[in-house]
């Protein structure tokens, strides 16, 4: 019988192989060890749509991130300044150092939250992608990046990074598939509808404030179809006020967004601050000023920076460097053959609260003993936001 004997021995090798193939096809069985490009570095591009504090905490945790993985030396950041990105590229260029990666010099384009510009900055950018082709990698940060780089113009390995809702916004075509295998988006699907539940369940308000812009992408920054789909769970309405976000006149931005927020602090029972153009380092005193003269609980969709400024509590983040670690891995693994799209876009931030308890006495908001238990970021004053440059 040592035919069957052989027979079975080929069947449970041949299983094997098919599961070793069936792991290598897994989204996630890629590996994340550091190598080059066939003995040359890996070069890098970025694109934003402006200036954003966001776009500086998740690009500066992607960088811990690739260094936490060997893919450059580990050593501390330079001081960052405002809500720029484009001081830490400069470093990356020019003094970080790796012997896998460059972020090319010229390799930072920035639109500054003008549609002329941005215009001008998508053609160079595509230009640079199909002829000069010295792009391996480019990084596209936030949802006026995605919306621009995801198309069939060109077919460079592009990142979307800290796009507020990539399927919303028709940036990619599906949590589970982005559409071209060049294509990759963070997409955490259920992220805002938990902020709202959470904060739903702090405070037990029958009537939320939030301020957007009432543009297709102003709805998808503030994930206003995720506000709704938790309001018709629990029962709660909305309380709506249009302003501008997307333009480059950062006075006429937050000024909008401060007359909005005044206006929806004398009719609502809490405001959820959204991403929006008038949320700033200058804007965010003013919003905690009014919140606090109105006694208004706040909660913010960004991030924990807001709340250690006096936003009331937020989704703790841990400075972003979940998703960053996130985001360095999937570079990584593309790095090492992986298609974009054989990734998986979904990533879900750890369930922690950050509260600011200064803020909460100021408003005269008592968190119950289960609040405090969630919390791995307690502030117990309101620290300066930094200054705008």
């Known amino acids: 019988m040592k035919w069957m004997t052989k027979v079975v021995t080929i069947s449970l090798a041949l299983v ?90 010229d390799g930072h384009y ?13 053609q160079q950018v595509l230009s640079r992608l199909n002829k000069r082709a010295d ?4 990084i596209a940060m936030g949802t006026w990046a995605g919306k621009d780089l995801a198309n069939d113009k060109h077919t460079t390995n592009t990142m979307v990074v800290s796009a507020s809702d990539a399927v919303g916004a028709g940036i990619i075509k599906s949590i589970e598939d982005s559409g071209f295998d060049y294509l990759h988006a963070y997409v955490d699907p259920y992220r805002y509808q938990r902020q709202v539940r959470v904060f739903h369940d702090m405070i037990g308000f029958q009537k939320l404030g939030v301020v957007y812009e009432d543009t297709v992408d102003g709805r998808s920054y503030a994930a206003i179809d995720m506000v709704e789909k938790v309001a018709k769970e629990r029962g709660f309405s909305i309380e709506r006020c249009h302003a501008v976000s997307d333009i480059a006149d950062v006075d006429k931005r937050e000024a909008a967004y401060l007359g909005c927020f005044e206006k929806l602090s004398k009719k609502t029972d809490a405001i959820y601050v959204t991403v929006h153009g008038g949320v700033s380092a200058r804007s965010i ?82 968190p119950p003993i289960e609040v405090l238990g969630a919390a791995d970021e307690i502030y117990e004053e309101i620290e300066p936001t930094v200054a705008m440059k």
């Open 110 to 122: 920035s639109a500054q939250w003008e549609d002329d510009e941005r215009i001008k900055t998508v």
């Open 16 to 105: 094997f192989m098919l599961q070793i193939a069936a792991m290598a096809a897994d989204k996630g069985f890629f590996s994340t060890a550091p190598n080059t490009n066939h003995g040359k570095k890996w070069r890098i591009a970025y694109y934003e749509g402006g200036p954003y504090i966001d776009y500086q905490l998740i690009f500066a945790e992607t960088v811990k991130g690739l260094m936490k993985m060997g893919w450059i030396e580990d050593e501390p950041l330079p001081q960052l300044k405002g809500e720029e990105t484009v001081g830490l590229w400069q470093w990356l260029a020019t003094k970080a150092k790796s012997d896998y990666l460059e972020f090319l010099p």
């Open 285 to 366: 005193p003013k919003i905690v000023e009014t919140a606090t003269a109105q006694r208004i609980p706040t909660f913010s969709q960004s991030g924990s920076e807001e709340v250690k400024s006096g936003i009331l509590a937020c989704l703790s983040q841990a400075g972003f460097k979940y998703v960053g670690q996130f985001h360095a891995e999937t570079f990584a693994k593309v790095f090492n053959g992986a298609k974009p799209n054989d990734l998986d876009q979904v990533f879900e931030e750890p369930k922690k609260i950050a509260i600011n308890l200064k803020t909460a006495v100021a408003i005269g908001y008592d």
């Open 135 to 138: 792009v391996d990698l480019m």
